[in-house]
C-alpha cells in the first residue's frame, strides 16, 4: 500500500470532489481507501480488529488477541465514500454506526479512538 504522505494529494482530491457533491474518479477513490487503511494500521497497529472496505482494502489492525481462522470476532465494514469520510473527520464514528453506514461486531471494533487518521 501507498504512504499516506506521498498520496495525500489523492485523499484531498476525494474529500474535495465529495465536498462539491461529485463523484470521485473510481481510481482516485480506490487509491484514497487504500492510502487511509494503511494510515490506520500504521497508527493501530495489530491483528485483533478487521476493517474491511469492499471491494478496495481490507485490513487488520489494534493490538490484542490476533485472529486466526474463519471469521474474525471484530469487525468494521463500510463502503468507501463512508471509509474516506470518516478517516479525514469529515464524519463521526458515532454518526456512523447509528446511521448504518458503518457495521461493527465484537468487542474490539470500536476504532474511533484512532479516527480521523
Same mark, same amino acid.
Given at each position: 500500500? *501507498? =504512504?499516506?504522505?506521498?498520496?495525500?494529494?489523492?485523499?484531498?482530491? $476525494?474529500?474535495?470532489?465529495?465536498?462539491?457533491?461529485?463523484?470521485?474518479?473510481?481510481? #482516485? +477513490?480506490?487509491?484514497?481507501?487504500?492510502?487511509?487503511?494503511?494510515? +490506520?494500521?500504521?497508527?493501530?497497529?495489530?491483528? =485483533? $480488529?478487521? %476493517?474491511?472496505?469492499?471491494?478496495?482494502?481490507?485490513? #487488520?489492525?489494534?493490538?490484542?488477541?490476533?485472529?486466526?481462522?474463519?471469521?474474525? &470476532?471484530?469487525? %468494521?465494514?463500510?463502503?468507501?465514500?463512508?471509509? $474516506?469520510?470518516?478517516?479525514?473527520?469529515?464524519?463521526?464514528? *458515532?454518526?456512523? $454506526?447509528? &446511521?448504518?453506514?458503518? @457495521?461493527? *461486531?465484537?468487542?474490539?471494533?470500536?476504532? *474511533? @479512538?484512532? +479516527?480521523?487518521?
Amino acid at each position: 500500500m *501507498s =504512504s499516506l504522505h506521498s498520496k495525500s494529494a489523492v485523499v484531498v482530491a $476525494v474529500c474535495d470532489a465529495l465536498a462539491a457533491g461529485a463523484t470521485p474518479p473510481r481510481v #482516485q +477513490l480506490r487509491e484514497a481507501v487504500r492510502v487511509l487503511l494503511a494510515g +490506520l494500521a500504521d497508527r493501530a497497529p495489530g491483528r =485483533s $480488529v478487521e %476493517v474491511r472496505v469492499p471491494p478496495y482494502g481490507a485490513i #487488520q489492525c489494534v493490538a490484542g488477541p490476533r485472529h486466526t481462522r474463519g471469521t474474525p &470476532s471484530n469487525v %468494521v465494514e463500510t463502503d468507501p465514500v463512508t471509509w $474516506v469520510l470518516l478517516a479525514t473527520g469529515h464524519l463521526e464514528w *458515532s454518526s456512523a $454506526v447509528h &446511521s448504518g453506514r458503518v @457495521t461493527v *461486531s465484537g468487542p474490539r471494533s470500536d476504532i *474511533s @479512538t484512532y +479516527l480521523p487518521i
